[in-house]
């Protein structure tokens, strides 16, 4: 899957979907060592950002079933 371009289509396919559905933007969750993952996302235009920075930094929670 790496290299052949599946994850640009699908990127391309969920922006294509979010603007006929006039949403104002996309988020998604990357590990933080994930570089190839990260540079892939940069590459699509995807950037770091920061909820409310005078809040601190947003933290992922579960709860098991």
């Known amino acids: 899957h790496r290299a052949r371009g599946i994850g640009q289509a699908l990127l ?3 922006e294509a979907h979010a603007r006929e559905r006039d949403c104002c933007k996309l ?3 990357v590990l933080s060592g994930n570089q ?3 540079r ?5 235009g995807f950037a ?3 909820l409310d920075p ?5 933290l992922l929670m ?4």
């Open 12 to 14: 391309a396919a969920c």
């Open 27 to 29: 988020t998604l969750e």
């Open 36 to 38: 190839r993952a990260m």
């Open 40 to 44: 892939s996302y940069a590459h699509f």
């Open 48 to 50: 770091p950002y920061v």
């Open 54 to 58: 005078r809040e601190g930094q947003a």
């Open 62 to 65: 579960q709860k098991w079933l």
